[in-house]
């Protein structure tokens, strides 16, 4: 059965910090890992990696896919009080119908 | 375009009460699916489909029932509420899962309290 794991579970940092979140996979036939950042209400698509785009970036966001290790990061730099939030990713396989999710990293970051 | 949407944004039933949480989107995504989201457990999917006519049971099916017969709508129908279900729900839509699954389009979720 395919699974996603998240860690930690729950991060409090202060602003302005640098902060790695970790997802590990195993997904049957493994093709894509997403990673979605939820606010209040429904999550939000942020990067989706696979073997041929293995690292993305974006503003102060960045993430890497490391095939090796069945895992990928999420890196936040100069953190800031609207990144607080809970950051969820998924994985899914060739000829998948549908994503594995991960229990989810709940980021707080504090003034 | 309004995206993927909702309704009820809250809802509260008696143990075994049956009801249906509405979704649609007005996108032309082929595919929907149904999410529930319980403290510490991320999303789980309950059911999906992959058109109209087509679908399947995802992780925690059991209690749930859905059908597709347009594009555009995917309703989720509770047989009879258990406090179990007790969750926030999240309907989701996105391209082809032929072209391989990207990114997912989630409308704002309906919270249910079963009592």
């Known amino acids: 059965e395919d699974k996603v794991v998240q860690s930690p579970l729950s991060l409090v940092v202060h602003e302005g910090d640098t902060v790695t979140l970790n997802c590990s996979y195993e997904?049957?036939?493994?093709?894509?890992l997403l990673w979605y950042k939820q606010e209040k209400k429904a999550p939000t698509f942020l990067f989706m990696l696979?073997?041929?785009?293995i690292e993305k970036k974006s503003g102060r966001l960045s993430s890497i896919l490391d095939k090796k290790e069945l895992s990928s990061i999420l890196n936040i730099t100069a953190t800031q009080t609207g990144d607080s939030a809970i950051y969820l990713c998924a994985g899914a396989g060739w000829g998948a119908q549908k994503l594995v999710f991960g229990q989810g990293t709940r980021l707080t970051i504090n003034p | 375009n309004a995206g993927v949407t909702q309704t009820p944004k809250f809802q509260v039933l008696k143990t075994g009460q049956s009801m249906t949480l509405q979704c649609a989107q007005d996108m032309n995504h082929e595919y929907m699916s149904w999410y529930r989201q319980d403290p510490g457990m991320g999303l789980r999917l309950i059911h999906y489909?992959?058109?109209?006519?087509?679908?399947d049971q995802g992780e925690v099916p059991n209690g749930y029932n859905v059908s597709r017969s347009t594009t555009e709508d995917f309703p989720l129908r509770l047989l009879s509420a258990a406090p179990s279900q007790t969750s926030v729900y999240f309907c989701?839509?996105?391209?082809?899962?032929?072209?391989?699954?990207?990114?997912?389009?989630f409308g704002p979720g309906t919270r249910l309290t079963v009592t």
């Open positions: 489909s992959v058109g109209a006519g087509i679908t």
């Open positions: 696979t073997s041929s785009g």
């Open positions: 989701a839509s996105s391209y082809s899962p032929g072209q391989g699954l990207g990114e997912q389009y």
């Open positions: 997904v049957t036939n493994f093709r894509s």
